[in-house]
């Protein structure tokens, strides 16, 4: 038995103590196969073992209730167009990443949205790439995964006809324009070329084999409908150890941002009224399969149309409450929605940093009488309505605290301005919630997962900075100090000497030109110190006397020894500052710990 004293470990008011609030613990005691065996205050019980948390906040376990694994892990080497605010700045992206990894067959990307690369939002084409890369296939990911551009290189490999004026591709769209197909592909029409660059995914396989050796976290698999019944995907229940398969995820719709999510009203200005991905017996069909086969379903939806049709087929289909069906993203829905998902027991799948990334794009395509219902989490919440949150990495930050800020105050930092319907911002205890307790329910773990109580699995986080109070810390650089699953930690974070730091050691610093140029066209987040600078220049030394160029925001401070630097990597040298943080006039801790993360290549990856 393992005793943690001396904390502030956060506690759920009990489910019977209606509008209770949350209160503190400061003490726990944890078994040797990792269930939590009792909280209190005041004198903690003896133990053989005891750690001292030194007054530090702890979380129960956070949750990622959406997030793409493998995609996650295949983009980190991907071209990452998110940086690009012109169509010149698309094309020297390319340029970069063409000339950096020459050895490749596909160039594959992601990030980029029409309405950042010119202010009439015009798609990229395929003539916009062949003027840079010609020999080889390419295929560039939008930001929200619904909608491709690719060379004319990858059409042909595909076989789609250039010079046709239509195209019949069940559920997508191949755009045409006078000169034949544009490289635009929606919905399904990206799997005709992205099944040529992909190789097959063995996740699942390795995560089963992963599981007996010690995985640092949990992992509930949900393969799509297309896998069902293939040996490559697990059985429900047939791996419930940290790895886990009960549930099966099906698409309706495509996305706003590609406006091919299925709205009621059709998007400001057109007849469209996006893309239904399948038909009312299609859907009941694919319901039906799944749970046949013992899965629950989880059901991509972003539009209200979409989330209409959903909950009919579940009725049609049978499913009950008690199956807690998961409708995700749920981003436009209406009071006779809401109340139906009430009603038949849907859980919400929400993504709050969709209120940021998205909030500029609603405002110009959605009608005004469809935005009081846009990412109307806390209607959702108030009318019962349980949900759980998840970032959809890689298409927003994998990082939860960015969700749970994000939920609590829907703009980014220092743009209140921006706020995206304020009346549906919801409290710290709300957001985290949705991380915790709502993550568990939606994983059916909820007496076991979700919070610090006694018979609950000892899954939490001990943070350096107290959230509870300073929500703003949410997003502060190397916030986490330590994660435990099960009892067990598994993760620590590294706590490096400056000053004992030697080249080619372990704690070395290595910032160079080959660094700069793997990240070239990335958000990366660097610290040093200042050289030199000037309104319209900045110079940084890093810790082994390596000099990069900052190009700064007008208005940007660096009246400081020490500062982080938020921005896109430009070229070997220089980086397109975003955002700066001061930090004083010496490296700590801290900024170094930071500082050796990029050095070793594992930049934090930000969004704007």
Not at 336 to 356: A, C, H, K, W, Y
Not at 361 to 380: A, G, I, N, Q
Request: net charge negative.
């Amino acid at each position: 038995m393992k005793t943690f004293v001396n904390g502030k470990i956060w506690q759920w008011p009990s489910p019977a103590a209606e509008d209770a609030a949350h209160t503190f613990a400061q003490w726990m005691t944890v078994s040797d196969d990792g269930e939590v065996l009792g909280v209190g205050s005041g004198d903690p019980p003896s133990a053989v073992e005891t750690e001292d948390l030194q007054g530090a906040l702890v979380l129960p376990g956070l949750h990622d209730s959406h997030i793409h694994v493998s995609m996650l892990g295949e983009s980190a080497e991907w071209l990452d167009l998110a940086g690009c605010r012109s169509f010149d700045d698309f094309k020297e992206f390319l340029r970069k990443y063409d000339a950096a990894y020459p050895d490749k067959a596909w160039v594959v990307g992601i990030g980029w949205a029409q309405d950042e690369l010119s202010s009439s939002a015009r798609y990229p084409s395929r003539q916009d790439i062949d003027a840079v890369i010609k020999d080889r296939p390419v295929i560039l990911h939008r930001a929200c995964w619904h909608i491709a551009v690719v060379n004319t290189k990858a059409l042909e490999i595909a076989g789609v006809d250039l010079t046709a004026k239509s195209h019949d591709v069940a559920h997508g769209v191949i755009d045409v324009d006078e000169n034949g197909a544009t490289g635009i592909l929606r919905e399904d029409a990206v799997q005709i070329v992205e099944k040529h660059a992909n190789e097959p995914s063995l996740v699942y396989t390795k995560l089963q084999k992963e599981d007996s050796g010690g995985l640092p976290v949990r992992v509930h698999l949900t393969p799509s409908i297309h896998e069902l019944g293939k040996p490559t995907i697990p059985l429900p229940g047939a791996c419930d150890g940290l790895v886990s398969c009960h549930r099966m995820k099906i698409f309706s719709d495509g996305s706003l941002g590609a406006e091919t999510a299925a709205l009621r009203i059709p998007y400001k200005g057109t007849e469209n009224k996006g893309i239904l991905m399948n038909s009312d017996e299609e859907l009941v069909k694919k319901i039906s399969d799944a749970t046949a086969a013992g899965y629950r379903v989880e059901i991509h939806a972003i539009g209200d149309r979409a989330t209409e049709q959903v909950l009919t087929a579940l009725r049609a289909a049978n499913v009950s409450p008690e199956k807690r069906p998961i409708l995700t993203h749920c981003q436009i829905l209406g009071e006779d929605l809401i109340t139906q998902m009430r009603e038949q027991g849907v859980i919400g799948n929400i993504q709050p940093s969709f209120t940021v990334t998205d909030a500029s794009y609603v405002r110009k395509r959605l009608e005004d009488t469809v935005l009081p219902f846009s990412y109307c989490w806390k209607r959702m919440l108030e009318n019962g309505v349980a949900c759980a949150g998840g970032s959809d990495a890689p298409i927003e930050t994998c990082n939860p605290f960015q969700g749970i800020y994000d939920a609590i105050y829907r703009h980014k930092p220092n743009r209140p301005e921006d706020v995206l319907l304020p009346e549906e911002q919801l409290s710290f205890a709300e957001a985290l919630s949705l991380y915790t307790r709502g993550g568990a329910f939606a994983a059916m773990e909820e007496n076991y997962l979700g919070q610090i109580a006694p018979g609950f699995c000892a899954d939490f986080v001990v943070l350096r900075q107290d959230v509870t109070e300073d929500h703003a810390a949410l997003v502060a650089p190397d916030l986490v100090e330590s994660v435990w699953v099960n009892g067990r930690k598994t993760y620590q974070r590294k706590k490096m000497d400056f000053g004992g730091a030697e080249a080619g050691s372990a704690t070395a610093a290595r910032v160079n030109k080959q660094t700069m140029t793997n990240f070239m066209g990335r958000t990366v987040a660097l610290v040093g110190a200042v050289e030199s600078h000037t309104p319209t220049a900045v110079v940084l030394r890093t810790s082994d006397g390596q000099l990069v160029n900052v190009t700064p925001q007008p208005g940007s401070d660096y009246g400081s020894k020490v500062v982080e630097v938020i921005g896109r990597v430009v070229d070997s040298e220089t980086i397109q500052e975003f955002k700066t943080t001061l930090f004083g006039d010496n490296f700590d801790l801290e900024t170094y710990d930071q500082f050796v993360q990029l050095a070793q290549g594992k930049f934090r990856h930000l969004f704007e």
